[in-house]
Every structure is written in C-alpha cells, then in structure tokens.
C-alpha cells in the first residue's frame, strides 16, 4: 500500500481557494452589474443589445434553425448588436446563459425561444433583473399573475400547415396523407386538424394518418415511421418535430411527396418537396426592434405582453412551391392564402366533427384563431386516423 | 405504388426495421463485447458512435465518397477508444468514470465539429436489392440491405471463432478473465486491453458511420438517442457472446419498427407502451433465461477491477 494523503490540498489551502474564487466572482458579478444598469436600463436606443437563446443546433433545418433565421435578420438591423447561443437545455443552464447575457454583455432584451424555457425560468430571471425586457415563445402570459417585464409572442402555424394540406391533397394520388408527430399536445393536434381540413377543402375523401413518436427529437423511430407510412401507401408526408430533416429525406428516398414545417427544408429533397409551413421570425424580430427603438416596452405598456399572429399578420410564410405542384393546386393555395389573410376563410367553421363521430364544434360556430378553444384542443378531426390518447 | 398492405404491414415493417435498424446495436455491442473480454467497461462508445457519425458524414461530404467516410469514422473511434484505453488502465482509475468522461467528451467535440455539417447533404452508402425479384415495392424497398450490415453480422461468427480457436483470442480472454496468470505467462495486459479497447470502440465509429450514411442517413445531434448505451447494456443482455450479441441486435432492431409500425395500420391506443417493446422484450428474455441455480455465465473474471 502507497501512503498518500487523500485529499492532496491541505484545509487551509483549499479555504483559501475558495474565498479567492468567491471574491473574483463578487467582483466581476458587481463590475457588469454597474455596466449593464449604465448601458441597458438607462433605454437609450442607441445601441440595443439583444440575446436569443434556442434549445438545439441553430442550423438544424427546424424549429431552432427558423428562430436563428430571425436571429440573423435582426442582426443587420441599424442600431443593433445581438448575441446568442444554442444548445441550451430547459434547466438552470438557460438562467445561467441568459444571466450572463445580461451581466457580461449588457443585453437589454432577451427573447428566450424553446417552450420549456417559461416557466420557472424565464419568470424567476425577470423578477430578478426588472429593467429587462423578456420575451418567450410561446408561453402563455397571465396579466397580474407574471411579472410586467414579460412578454410572450408566438404564430398560428396552423394557417400555413392548410394552405399544405390543399396543396398535399392535389398532389396525392392515393389521398392518404401521413402526419409524423411528436407528442399529442394542443399545438400539434391544431397542426394535424389544419392540414387535415385543408386537405379535406379539396377532396373529402382524402384521411390523414397519425403517427406519434413519443419526443420532440427522435431520428432512427421517425424514419421509422416514415417507412410504415409509405409501407402503407401513404403518398405525402409532413411532420411536427423539432427537426423535419429525417422525414423529408425518408420520404424523397422512399419516392413520396413531402411537405416541411419550421424552416425550408427544398434542398433535401427537391423533387418531392411540395411545400412548407414556415415561421416568419425574421419580420417578428424587427417589428420588435422597431418598438423597443421608439422607445416603447413591456413596462410602460407600449410593447403588448401577448403578440400573437398569422398569415395576414407576416408571422408565417410558406416554401416556394416546389416543381412537384401543379398550377391547379397553386392556384386554390393561393386563393386560400388570400382568403385567411383577408379574414374571410376561418378554418375552424362549425359543424367540425373529431373523428369519433362526436360534434365538437357546433354548425354555424366560428373559433377565430384567437379562440381559447383552439389553445385547449384535445381531439382529432374527422378524416385523422390515429388517437391522442 | 398505392397497394394497400394493412396488416401484413406490420411484420413486413419488423423485417425491414431489423435489417435496417439494428446495425448500430451490432457494431457497438460486438466492440463492446471485445472490450468487456479483455476485463475493461468502456460506455464511452456511446461518444464514439456519435464521433463516428459525424466524421463519417462529414469525410463523406468532403471527398464525396461514403467508404472513405466509414474508414475514417473507425480511425476517430479507434483514437478515441486509445484515450479511453491509456486512461482507464492508469492505477486506482476506474473505468465507469472514465468512461461516462468519455461519453461526454466525444459527444461535445463531435458536436462542436459536426456544426458545419448538418446542413450539407452528403453522398449515402449504397444498398444491396435482394428484393428486385419482388413486384411490390414494399418488400423491395424493405429487402435494401446495407453492405455494412452483412459485414456486421459476418463479423460475429468471426469474433466468435477469434475468441474460441485462435491464440490472440485465448490472449484476451485470459488478461479479461485472470489477469495475473497473464502476467505470469509474460503477457502485457496493458497492450493487450488497449488494442481490445481500440478495437472496439472502432467498431463503434463504424456503427456512428451506418446511422448518419445509411440509416437514418444524416447528421444531427441527436442521431444516436442513447443507442450507443442500449448497445452496452446489449452485451450484459447476450452473455459476453458474440452470437447472442448479433441476435440480440436483431431483436432490438425489430422491436424499434414496432411501435410506428403498428399506428400506421391502425392500432393507435398505447403506443408509449410499444414505443417501449425493445426494453420490455429485454425485460422479457432476462426473466425467462435467469436461474436462480448459477451466476451470470460468460463474465470475464477481473472485468471492470481497478488496478493498484
């Protein structure tokens, strides 16, 4: 046996340690703290600094990849500086990232972009540091209830994933169409209802089947899924993933159409990519900047805490048609696309039945998008083939 | 094209599924295997499979050719295997935590140099058609077999006649299962679990080149949720035997098509649950094949012992 101590630091040099690292902390915690009061809460619109955070890799092809997007527009705005990182799980990491985005380079705004990010994290930073200003997508804003520095903003994809859904059912030959989802929550079930209505606007015979993987990102059971589908003579594919690459390259191999979601995904598939339901976040992005520099913010009530927007609003977009789409179908996407931005074409118009048979909107009803029904759905439209629970 | 199959959809789907899905499980628990007989855990072949990955995809988009990319993502983990292998054999290390050291090390470089890769689309593996005789494009399209498959599963009857007939074979068991009586015949046991180590963990970059040039054929972060790890527990699962790792990897393979397989005919009530068949499965067998009579047989004797 070696005799060693087991620790190889005595007790005096390791308090010594510490204090020496808690008083370096102290000072640089204390040193930006004074920087960020001067330069951020002073509001002079001189120079905003702006952090994004996203969950994943900022090229992704999806839900991150379409924020970064954004990220880079408002980045070339005048009067702008940004910083962001990725990668950023839903725990305390996102306090910590966010925490020196503010004390190390005096960001001013924060637009923190993954749904788990809200709650407790985003709410416990914005008590904490007042003078900045929160934005989180997707979250739902409680006036009284949360603090007044935060503000939540998000797009009815939904409209764009009909506009898909016409195009999907012209391009169909089998008029079966396949929907790859995550998880059964209101968000994807609105996705899948839109789409399939869509569809359905066209060709009532046409069904959507309905896979659900289980989470948000899960490559090998989505090309999995995607494989069952054309298995079973399912001719075009969309997806609500974080991540729509596997799926479009499933389906461009598999030698089916495709439809995206998030970002635009052409490129990975250029002869079955129909088109695409796309965030808008680049023009989102700016129309804050905008208000922020004339001086307006969540605090002061210039900024409303609950942004919401669709196709009339620019918060979406839809991919280029790709050169699977026949005039025909480009023709009735776009007349819809008009219709929804000029208000005429509400997709929720009663009588909607789930596919169980049962009445869940009522004839002559109409739930605008802002609907609180809408948030709340629970249950598929008839012509889905699948379940949520 | 429009055929529709309905429920023979659902055992065609497992066929498809096992010869599309279980190679990575192969690679990594036929390296693992080699690793564990040589008396030396490594669970970072979960960072080599994703090291393997990325630089395959990566080699193959820069040379546009998919077999350099596959040598290249053994080399990676073959380096990565040598870290592991150099690390844990120093005294009173243990090699769990060097291991769990090393997941997390080659999954964060793989990530830090794979982000230029995800958005380029690299040239793919090619497949064997054994279906072509067949006129419907299911079972074609399910008969595609990866050359680098039918090079795993050669693989396993080779590992096993490597540790039954040959002498280097008898080398690694003997450092694996009594690492003093190596010793003694004037064996070094550091040479000889370095290379066992490398070795396997190149077999893992191997298996990282299937998932991102074959299936699911790209490179994102998440390519190999957790697979790698399943593929070590794998090993425990198949009793340190070659064979049974193969069969076990099939099985594994099957089961993942499973769950997506069977709401795509239909059946849309409890798919958590089936979405959970490979590990219920595994539950399944370990119940039916334990005896209460003998301990687990097949444990290379000094594995995972840390050296003075």
Same mark, same amino acid.
């Given at each position: 046996?070696?005799?060693?101590?087991?620790?190889?630091?005595?007790?005096?040099?390791?308090?010594?340690?510490?204090?020496?690292?808690?008083?370096?902390?102290?000072?640089?915690?204390?040193?930006?703290?004074?920087?960020?009061?001067?330069?951020?809460?002073?509001?002079?619109?001189?120079?905003?600094?702006?952090?994004?955070?996203?969950?994943?890799?900022?090229?992704?092809?999806?839900?991150?990849?379409?924020?970064?997007?954004?990220?880079?527009?408002?980045?070339?705005?005048?009067?702008?500086?940004?910083?962001?990182?990725?990668?950023?799980?839903?725990?305390?990491?996102?306090?910590?990232?966010?925490?020196?985005?503010?004390?190390?380079?005096?960001?001013?705004?924060?637009?923190?972009?993954?749904?788990?990010?809200?709650?407790?994290?985003?709410?416990?930073?914005?008590?904490?540091?007042?003078?900045?200003?929160?934005?989180?997508?997707?979250?739902?804003?409680?006036?009284?209830?949360?603090?007044?520095?935060?503000?939540?903003?998000?797009?009815?994809?939904?409209?764009?994933?009909?506009?898909?859904?016409?195009?999907?059912?012209?391009?169909?030959?089998?008029?079966?169409?396949?929907?790859?989802?995550?998880?059964?929550?209101?968000?994807?079930?609105?996705?899948?209802?839109?789409?399939?209505?869509?569809?359905?606007?066209?060709?009532?015979?046409?069904?959507?089947?309905?896979?659900?993987?289980?989470?948000?990102?899960?490559?090998?059971?989505?090309?999995?899924?995607?494989?069952?589908?054309?298995?079973?003579?399912?001719?075009?594919?969309?997806?609500?993933?974080?991540?729509?690459?596997?799926?479009?390259?499933?389906?461009?191999?598999?030698?089916?159409?495709?439809?995206?979601?998030?970002?635009?995904?052409?490129?990975?598939?250029?002869?079955?990519?129909?088109?695409?339901?796309?965030?808008?976040?680049?023009?989102?992005?700016?129309?804050?900047?905008?208000?922020?520099?004339?001086?307006?913010?969540?605090?002061?009530?210039?900024?409303?805490?609950?942004?919401?927007?669709?196709?009339?609003?620019?918060?979406?977009?839809?991919?280029?048609?790709?050169?699977?789409?026949?005039?025909?179908?480009?023709?009735?996407?776009?007349?819809?696309?008009?219709?929804?931005?000029?208000?005429?074409?509400?997709?929720?118009?009663?009588?909607?039945?789930?596919?169980?048979?049962?009445?869940?909107?009522?004839?002559?009803?109409?739930?605008?998008?802002?609907?609180?029904?809408?948030?709340?759905?629970?249950?598929?439209?008839?012509?889905?083939?699948?379940?949520?629970? | 094209?429009?055929?529709?199959?309905?429920?023979?959809?659902?055992?065609?789907?497992? *066929?498809?599924?096992? &010869? /599309?899905? =279980?190679?990575? +499980?192969?690679?990594?628990? @036929?390296?693992?295997? #080699?690793?564990?007989?040589?008396?030396?855990?490594?669970?970072?072949?979960?960072?080599?499979?994703?090291?393997?990955?990325?630089?395959?995809?990566?080699?193959?988009?820069?040379?546009?050719?998919?077999?350099?990319?596959?040598?290249?993502?053994?080399?990676?983990?073959?380096?990565?295997?040598?870290?592991?292998?150099?690390?844990?054999?120093?005294?009173?290390?243990?090699?769990?935590?060097?291991?769990?050291?090393?997941?997390?090390?080659?999954?964060?470089?793989?990530?830090?140099?794979?982000?230029?890769?995800?958005?380029?689309?690299?040239?793919?593996?090619?497949?064997?058609?054994?279906?072509?005789?067949?006129?419907?494009?299911? *079972?074609?399209?399910? &008969? /595609?077999? =990866?050359?680098? +498959?039918?090079?795993?599963? @050669?693989?396993?009857? #080779?590992?096993?006649?490597?540790?039954?007939?040959?002498?280097?074979?008898?080398?690694?068991?003997?450092?694996?299962?009594?690492?003093?009586?190596?010793?003694?015949?004037?064996?070094?046991?550091?040479?000889?679990?370095?290379?066992?180590?490398?070795?396997?963990?190149?077999?893992?970059?191997?298996?990282?080149?299937?998932?991102?040039?074959?299936?699911?054929?790209?490179?994102?972060?998440?390519?190999?949720?957790?697979?790698?790890?399943?593929?070590?527990?794998?090993?425990?699962?198949?009793?340190?035997?070659?064979?049974?790792?193969?069969?076990?990897?099939?099985?594994?393979?099957?089961?993942?098509?499973?769950?997506?397989?069977?709401?795509?005919?239909?059946?849309?009530?409890?798919?958590?649950?089936?979405?959970?068949?490979?590990?219920?499965?595994?539950?399944?067998?370990?119940?039916?094949?334990?005896?209460?009579?003998?301990?687990?047989?097949?444990?290379?004797?000094?594995?995972?012992?840390?050296?003075?």
């Amino acid at each position: 046996m070696r005799t060693r101590p087991p620790f190889p630091l005595s007790r005096r040099q390791v308090l010594r340690g510490l204090l020496a690292t808690s008083a370096f902390g102290l000072t640089v915690k204390l040193g930006a703290c004074a920087d960020s009061s001067a330069g951020g809460g002073g509001g002079s619109a001189d120079n905003l600094v702006m952090g994004f955070v996203y969950v994943g890799p900022r090229d992704d092809y999806g839900y991150n990849q379409a924020h970064a997007e954004g990220h880079d527009h408002a980045s070339t705005l005048e009067g702008v500086t940004t910083v962001e990182e990725a990668n950023v799980p839903e725990t305390t990491a996102v306090q910590e990232s966010i925490r020196s985005m503010i004390d190390l380079d005096g960001a001013s705004v924060i637009f923190a972009t993954s749904f788990g990010y809200f709650d407790p994290h985003v709410l416990a930073l914005a008590e904490e540091y007042p003078d900045v200003q929160f934005f989180h997508c997707g979250g739902l804003y409680q006036e009284g209830v949360h603090p007044e520095n935060v503000g939540s903003y998000f797009g009815y994809i939904d409209e764009a994933q009909y506009i898909a859904g016409i195009v999907a059912a012209h391009a169909s030959n089998s008029k079966r169409l396949g929907f790859i989802a995550a998880k059964p929550i209101p968000q994807v079930l609105r996705n899948i209802n839109s789409f399939t209505l869509g569809a359905r606007s066209i060709d009532p015979s046409v069904t959507t089947q309905v896979i659900f993987t289980g989470d948000w990102s899960l490559p090998v059971r989505e090309a999995e899924a995607a494989n069952s589908m054309a298995d079973q003579g399912v001719d075009v594919l969309t997806c609500h993933v974080d991540s729509p690459k596997v799926v479009v390259e499933t389906a461009e191999r598999r030698g089916i159409f495709s439809s995206g979601y998030h970002a635009n995904q052409v490129d990975l598939a250029p002869t079955g990519y129909l088109t695409g339901a796309e965030w808008n976040w680049a023009g989102v992005y700016e129309q804050y900047v905008q208000m922020i520099q004339e001086g307006k913010t969540l605090m002061n009530g210039g900024i409303p805490h609950l942004v919401r927007g669709g196709l009339q609003e620019e918060f979406l977009k839809l991919s280029p048609y790709g050169s699977a789409v026949s005039e025909e179908a480009k023709k009735a996407a776009d007349a819809a696309k008009a219709q929804i931005v000029s208000g005429e074409l509400v997709i929720y118009d009663g009588e909607i039945k789930d596919n169980q048979g049962t009445v869940v909107i009522e004839n002559g009803k109409k739930l605008e998008q802002t609907a609180l029904e809408l948030e709340q759905m629970d249950w598929l439209v008839e012509g889905v083939s699948g379940s949520v629970g | 094209m429009s055929a529709d199959l309905g429920w023979w959809g659902v055992p065609l789907a497992i *066929l498809a599924g096992t &010869l /599309r899905g =279980s190679a990575p +499980f192969l690679f990594v628990s @036929l390296g693992e295997c #080699l690793t564990e007989k040589s008396g030396k855990i490594n669970l970072g072949l979960e960072g080599s499979l994703l090291m393997g990955a990325m630089s395959a995809y990566a080699i193959s988009y820069l040379t546009g050719s998919p077999w350099t990319g596959v040598i290249v993502a053994g080399i990676a983990g073959m380096a990565l295997g040598g870290i592991h292998g150099w690390l844990a054999q120093q005294p009173r290390v243990n090699d769990v935590a060097v291991g769990i050291a090393m997941i997390i090390f080659g999954s964060g470089l793989a990530f830090f140099l794979g982000k230029p890769f995800i958005q380029p689309v690299a040239p793919q593996l090619p497949s064997i058609a054994f279906g072509s005789w067949s006129s419907s494009p299911q *079972l074609e399209s399910a &008969l /595609r077999v =990866s050359p680098l +498959f039918i090079l795993g599963v @050669l693989i396993a009857p #080779l590992m096993q006649w490597f540790f039954r007939s040959t002498r280097w074979g008898l080398l690694v068991r003997a450092v694996g299962d009594s690492p003093d009586a190596a010793r003694a015949m004037g064996i070094s046991i550091f040479k000889v679990r370095l290379l066992s180590i490398m070795v396997g963990s190149a077999l893992a970059g191997v298996g990282g080149a299937f998932l991102s040039l074959y299936y699911p054929g790209s490179w994102t972060e998440r390519i190999s949720s957790g697979q790698g790890l399943m593929a070590v527990a794998l090993v425990i699962f198949a009793r340190w035997n070659p064979m049974q790792c193969l069969y076990a990897s099939l099985l594994f393979g099957g089961a993942q098509a499973i769950g997506p397989a069977l709401q795509s005919v239909g059946v849309d009530a409890y798919y958590y649950l089936f979405n959970a068949s490979p590990y219920i499965l595994t539950l399944l067998i370990m119940i039916i094949t334990c005896s209460p009579k003998r301990t687990l047989t097949g444990v290379p004797g000094a594995l995972g012992q840390t050296q003075e």
